[in-house]
């Protein structure tokens, strides 16, 4: 790679770094997961940096290697939860949530993998519709639905969990 | 536009520093790069010459075996049953791997069948440029009401805080002990406490000073 790109790669991770990882985490629930696949995801668009910045603004690009990136690893069969009881559960466990936010995000852990990338990105990350239908590759029309259905999933799961901590 | 659209526009999170320093990340994808072309080059070189040649590599940190971490599964197990004695149903999970690098989140219930968890990353030298150094530990966020270093027989240093957060109402809530533990050869063993009936620092320091758990 050239020295001017090398540069211009580093400007990116240095100011990027940050905001990827908050998308990472929101996708993940997990702030050491979040920091791994952030590290996966710069080290791969470094591979491609000369080819892709000629094609213009590689923030899209960068959410879209961040999301492979993290299906990637949730379909691994190390990241399901070991047991001592023999019995082998289909979910990850989620990182205790931290800050004002806190129940938002152990609710948003429980809405499926598209939908909540499709949540993540069309809210927490504010992008347009248009945007969003890039990162995952689809179309927009998709887009509406699968946040539609994501924030339906997540109302769903902090209504059950307001009302187990009424009781 | 409904109030939890809302709420996930202004999600607020509690983010600790960036674990890893972008820079380094690059010099890694630049060697890697370099290594990849070498590979090809020395490829056809190997093939001209018809020769076995292994090539010259650079030390790298590794992602610890599967005996490795099940050997450390084992040690926290113990750990955790001498630091909580009664505790019950403790169920371990692996919560990542990366060079020279662990996590397991561990939940339990203790003798009185309160349930807790907590989470333990065990770090060997080769990963120790991911963790905040303990001089900054107690001052990287306000939220940090008690922190102490206490220096560790023959170097080191153990980091005991306690960590706050805002629940939905603006009271701060305490988040529990978490424990750090810096030995002088550069490996690390940090653990968090989780929402759930927090460890005391007691209980902290029996656990992440078991000398079990380390990885070179």
């Known amino acids: ?23 990472a985490y929101l996708l993940c629930g997990d ?15 470094y591979r491609v940096w000369p080819k ?32 001592r009881d023999g019995v082998v559960p289909d979910r990850p466990s989620p990182a205790p949530a931290t800050g004002i936010s806190g129940p938002l995000l152990r609710a948003l852990a429980e809405v499926p993998p598209k939908q909540r990338a499709a949540v993540v990105l069309r809210y927490c990350a504010d992008l347009p519709a248009a945007e969003v239908a890039e990162v995952l590759r689809c179309s927009e029309g998709t887009v509406r639905s699968q946040a539609a259905r994501g924030l339906e999933t997540l109302r769903g799961v902090l209504e059950q969990s307001t009302e187990r901590s009424a009781w | ?54 090539p010259a590599r650079e030390p ?19 750990a955790v049953t001498r630091a909580l004695p009664g505790v019950r149903d403790l169920t371990l999970s692996a919560a990542g791997t990366g060079p020279a690098r662990m996590s397991v989140t561990a939940e339990f219930a203790d003798a009185d069948g309160r349930p807790g968890d907590f989470r333990l990353t065990v770090r060997g030298a080769g990963a120790a440029r991911e963790v905040v150094p303990a001089d900054g530990l107690c001052t990287w966020t306000d939220q940090v009401p ?13 980091v005991l805080s306690e960590l706050v957060y805002k629940d939905v109402n603006g009271n701060l809530v305490p988040e529990g002990v978490n424990g750090f533990l810096y030995r002088p050869d550069g490996s690390t063993v940090i653990l968090t406490g989780g929402l759930r009936h927090p460890l005391t620092e007691e209980q902290v320091t029996k656990v992440i000073t078991d000398p079990a758990l380390a990885l070179p």
């Open chain 1, 52 to 83: 892709i910045t000629r094609r213009g603004p590689v923030d899209n690009y960068a959410r879209q290697v961040l999301l492979r990136c993290w299906l990637d690893e949730s379909r691994r069969p190390w990241r399901r939860r070991e047991r």
């Open chain 2, 60 to 78: 790298v940190a590794l992602v610890p075996s599967l005996a490795e971490q099940a050997r450390i599964r084992v040690a926290l197990t113990e």
């Open chain 1, 1 to 23: 790679m050239r020295a001017a790109d090398d540069a211009e790669f580093r400007e990116f991770a240095r100011a990027r770094a940050l905001t990827l990882r908050r998308t």
């Open chain 2, 1 to 54: 536009m409904t109030g939890l659209e809302t709420r996930l526009r202004d999600v607020d999170l509690a983010e600790p520093p960036l674990g890893f320093d972008p820079d380094e990340v690059a010099d890694r994808a630049a060697r890697r790069g370099r290594r990849r072309s070498a590979s090809v080059v020395f490829a056809a070189v190997a093939a001209l010459a018809a020769l076995l040649v292994v």
């Open chain 1, 31 to 45: 702030w050491h997961l979040a920091e791994d696949l952030v590290q996966v995801t710069l080290i791969k668009l």
């Open chain 2, 146 to 158: 008690h922190c102490v270093r206490l220096p560790q027989p023959g170097g080191g240093v153990l």
